[in-house]
């Protein structure tokens, strides 16, 4: 019995932990064209591909530096925020 015991509660922890590594993984991810960049506010808008609306993102600073309105982007976001954990340009086909 106690090897039973024992050996629910190890699967309970292994269980428990890989919970918690997979939720760190899930991010949603907007691609489009980057409608405008707004520096004041630290804030960009890019018009969805799937949707074909427009959303509003959260940037720091060091994220704005080199982005170029009209232009596709990914921005990465976690889940249920609008708050961007990266911005970056597509990887180009064929090179």
Do not use: H
Not at 14 to 42: C, E, H, W, Y
Not at 46 to 62: E, H, M, R
Not at 68 to 77: E, H, M, N
């Amino acid at each position: 019995m106690k090897k039973v015991t024992t050996l629910i509660v190890s699967l309970f922890v292994v269980f428990s932990f890989t919970t918690l590594a997979f939720a760190g993984l899930a991010m949603n991810i907007t691609r489009g064209p980057l409608v405008s960049i707004d520096p004041v506010n630290n804030q960009i808008v890019v018009t969805d591909d799937k949707t074909g609306t427009n959303k509003t993102f959260s940037v720091t600073a060091a994220m704005l530096q080199g982005l170029q309105k009209g232009r596709v982007v990914l921005v990465t976001v976690n889940p249920g925020t609008n708050v961007a954990k990266a911005v970056r340009y597509p990887a180009r086909k064929g090179y």
